[in-house]
């Protein structure tokens, strides 16, 4: 069975710092790999995605994510953070023709002054 | 503006009274979904619709149903709700069937059940 696993429940780091965020996945089939952060008190928003291709992505807000598939893994960087990163971070796997995302537990972040 | 709505935002109830929470999408998608979000564990799909009346079953659909009338709406209905159905709820839509690619998250409701 297809599973995600993100082995930082909570992250902490100070503002400026860099940050990586992991994410590993099991799966059988070539994975579609998202990455989501929730904000307080907000629905999930997409950063970036993979498909296919370029094995480094961009996303919105400065995050850019690598996958490797020797790895099975999708870590999330950030080179350096602001206080609004602060949020909940869920990486997510789905492939062509599954009918459901499967997602992480989550990784919260907290940014230090 | 494109978006994903949901109604109510929060939600208190007793166990055994049925609830309803609105779910509607403006962007014409023929995917939507529904998920509740625990503690530690995640989202967790509950159920799922891939077009006008067509709708399944996610991975915990005990003690929910859908309906699937209109293309913009996919209403969750909690016939008698109880207290493990405490959680926040997410609908999600896509712009393209199957879930496999990128869905638009309304902002979640909280429901509460005493």
């Known amino acids: 069975a297809q599973s995600v696993t993100q082995p930082d429940i909570h992250i902490t780091v100070s503002e400026g710092a860099s940050l990586e965020l992991r994410c590993n996945y099991s799966y059988g089939a070539t994975p579609y790999l998202f990455w989501y952060v929730q904000s307080p008190g907000q629905g999930l928003q997409l950063l970036l995605k993979?498909?296919?291709?370029?094995?480094l992505v961009q996303g919105i807000k400065g995050f850019e994510a690598e996958f490797k598939r020797s790895q099975s893994s999708f870590n999330l960087r950030k080179p350096s953070v602001h206080w609004s990163d602060a949020a909940e971070y869920f990486c997510?796997?789905?492939?062509?023709?599954?009918?459901?995302?499967?997602f992480g537990q989550g990784t919260r972040l907290t940014i230090n002054p | 503006e494109a978006q994903v709505t949901q109604n109510p935002r929060y939600l208190i109830t007793v166990t055994g009274k049925k609830l309803t929470v609105t779910c509607s999408q403006n962007m014409n998608h023929e995917y939507m979904s529904w998920y509740r979000q625990d503690p530690g564990l995640g989202l967790r799909q509950i159920y799922y619709s891939m077009n006008v009346e067509v709708t399944d079953k996610g991975d915990v659909p005990e003690g929910y149903k859908v309906s699937r009338k209109e293309k913009r709406n996919f209403p969750l209905i909690l016939e008698s709700p109880s207290p493990n159905q405490t959680s926040l709820y997410f609908c999600?839509?896509?712009?393209?069937?199957?879930?496999?690619?990128?869905?638009?998250f309304g902002p979640g409701t909280r429901l509460t059940v005493t």
């Open positions: 997510a796997v789905g492939r062509r023709g599954a009918q459901k995302l499967v």
């Open positions: 993979y498909f296919s291709g370029d094995t």
């Open positions: 999600a839509s896509s712009p393209r069937q199957g879930a496999a690619y990128e869905q638009y």
